[in-house]
């Protein structure tokens, strides 16, 4: 063990957070006492829901079915629009103790581009965008700008021209080819990706006989898809030269460990907090602990280590 002190502190693309741990978008609360310590003493940045351009109520029916390994969830973008936001929510998560990632669901160019345009007036109270190119939950856009390399780069373009500050890219699993999607992303001006989504699952009801989502499938995240989205962080961070941000499944010290080793900059957590709050706490010291005894400096010695 050395004596040197630790530091938790990282970077992803020019961004200092505090700590690598990220609280994933769609899975915290906007009311201002999560966002502030103890609750995210060892949190880097949180994600807000996802933002679009006017209010969404989201799917009808049933949105959250509990699987064996993980979740289900078909919520739809449901949020308050960019306005609401702005004007109830921004004043409050934004004066708390940790950065905030503004998470923008790609509808319409048009669209996007005028949420963008509105958070651009309040730059200096975000961290960065992390534009939503592969929510698996909507009929309209959502995945299928991230499915296609072509498609990802004109979503980033846009973004980019609207959006001054850090830009970062949340990726699909949903696609032919990661790594080109990636590289796409990373050739139109992402600062960072974030990698990835939920992957398309699905729930029968044997009693009624019928899909147990309206929109038939839904976005499984949880423990059972941490091996596939640690195989993506491994593909993706060898595949560009900009940070990389694993996400998917993580629920304990060795997954974040283990997404770091294959080349993420920084781990975003979403789902297992659902059932332990405590858990960036108890993933943070770990964390440290293991960087202590391994004699390193700060978990920027961890990143794309696996892969030596």
Request: some cysteine; charged content about 20%.
């Amino acid at each position: 063990m050395s004596d040197r002190p630790v530091s938790s502190a990282v970077s992803i693309g020019g961004v200092l957070l505090r700590s690598p741990l990220i609280i994933a978008s769609g899975t915290w609360p906007h009311e201002p006492e999560y966002w502030k310590d103890p609750i995210c003493a060892f949190v880097g940045a949180a994600c807000t829901k996802a933002l679009t351009l006017h209010p969404r109520e989201g799917n009808p029916g049933i949105r959250l079915w509990e699987t064996p390994c993980g979740l289900l969830n078909s919520i739809g973008l449901q949020n308050p629009g960019i306005e609401n936001f702005l004007r109830d929510d921004l004043p409050n998560i934004s004066s708390g103790d940790v950065g905030v990632v503004a998470n923008v669901a790609m509808e319409s160019e048009e669209e996007t581009a005028a949420v963008l345009s509105r958070l651009s007036v309040f730059e200096e109270r975000f961290l960065a965008v992390e534009l939503n190119i592969s929510c698996p939950n909507v009929d309209a856009g959502g995945m299928a700008w991230g499915a296609d390399p072509s498609l990802a780069a004109r979503a980033v373009e846009l973004a980019r021209r609207c959006w001054k500050g850090p830009l970062w890219a949340k990726l699909t699993p949903q696609c032919g080819n990661i790594a080109e999607v990636a590289r796409a992303a990373e050739a139109a001006g992402a600062d960072a990706l974030v990698v990835a989504n939920t992957w398309l699952g699905m729930a029968m009801d044997p009693v009624s006989e019928k899909p147990v989502f309206s929109r038939k499938v839904a976005g499984l995240s949880g423990p059972a898809i941490f091996p596939l989205a640690l195989r993506l962080v491994w593909e993706v961070s060898s595949a560009v030269q900009i940070p990389v941000i694993g996400c998917g499944g993580v629920s304990k010290t060795e997954d974040a460990l283990s997404m770091m080793l294959a080349g993420a900059s920084a781990v975003a957590v979403g789902t297992f907090h659902f059932s332990d709050l405590g858990c960036f706490r108890n993933i943070g010291r770990e964390l440290l602990e293991h960087l202590a005894a391994k004699g390193y400096s700060s978990p920027m010695d961890l990143i794309g280590k696996g892969k030596k």
